[in-house]
T-cell receptor
Framework: GQNIDQPTEMTATEGAIVQINCTYQ??????LFWYQQHAGEAPTFLSY????GLEEKGRFSSFLSRSKGYSYLLLKELQMKDSASYLC?????????FGTGTRLQVFP | KAGVTQTPRYLIKTRGQQVTLSCSPI?????VSWYQQTPGQGLQFLFE???????NKGNFPGRFSGRQFSNSRSEMNVSTLELGDSALYLC??????????????FGPGTRLTVT
């Protein structure tokens, strides 16, 4: 079967660091994606990992361990505008399988 | 470069009716995927097209269908609408022929309400 798990909600304080975890069990794997979706808007691409390790892109980093079926998205120096849903997705034979998303609320 | 466009943005239909949604991908993108997004289920894959061929289909009933034209524009159709079809329908386009291993660009979606 296909299963992607991530926490439903998280809260954090402006300026802090937050880590959003994602675990997956899928029959195929072409890579792991993270998307950001603000309320009422379309998802936008954040990162893509296909090999194990950490990918850093500004304030955002994403980590992948294929043997553990595990990824995380790390957000540093949180800003109010980072309040959004973060979607973990696994690439699998020409489609993306999404988790239900983690809603992050950043408080001042 | 224009982004992915979807029309209409909002739609209200009655149970039993049918609906057609349209998606124009980013110029040069040949892969188009469709997703249904609901609060409880999140984003669920409907189907993916590349060069007018459906390459992959999600677990949705046959009432959901789609097609892609030679200019890469795509349409999806839902027949005999049910209340549970109320959702945000998102279209995404990708540059390569491997939609599962490359960044997808999403359109703003069509909000469908079935009454």
């Amino acid at each position: 079967g296909q299963n992607i798990d991530q926490p439903t909600e998280m809260t954090a304080t402006e300026g802090a660091i937050v880590q959003i975890n994602c675990t997956y069990q899928t029959s195929g794997f072409n890579g792991l994606f993270w998307y950001q979706q603000h309320a009422g808007e379309a998802p936008t691409f954040l990162s893509y990992n296909v090999l194990d390790g950490l990918e850093e892109k500004g304030r955002f980093s994403s980590f992948l361990s294929r043997s553990k079926g595990y990824s995380y998205l790390l957000l540093k120096e949180l800003q109010m505008k980072d309040s959004a849903s973060y979607l973990c997705a696994v690439g699998n034979t020409d489609k993306l399988i999404f988790g239900t998303g983690t809603r992050l609320q950043v408080f001042p | 470069k224009a982004g992915v466009t979807q029309t209409p943005r909002y739609l209200i239909k009655t149970r039993g009716q049918q609906v057609t949604l349209s998606c124009s991908p980013i110029s040069g993108h040949r892969s188009v995927s469709w997703y249904q997004q609901t609060p409880g289920q999140g984003l669920q894959f409907l189907f993916e097209y590349f060069s007018e061929t459906q390459r992959n289909k999600g677990n949705f009933p046959g009432r959901f269908s789609g097609r892609q034209f030679s200019n890469s524009r795509s349409e999806m159709n839902v027949s005999t609408l049910e209340l549970g079809d109320s959702a945000l329908y998102l279209c995404a386009s990708s540059l390569t022929n491997r939609a599962s291993s490359y960044e997808q660009y999403f359109g703003p979606g069509t909000r469908l309400t079935v009454t």
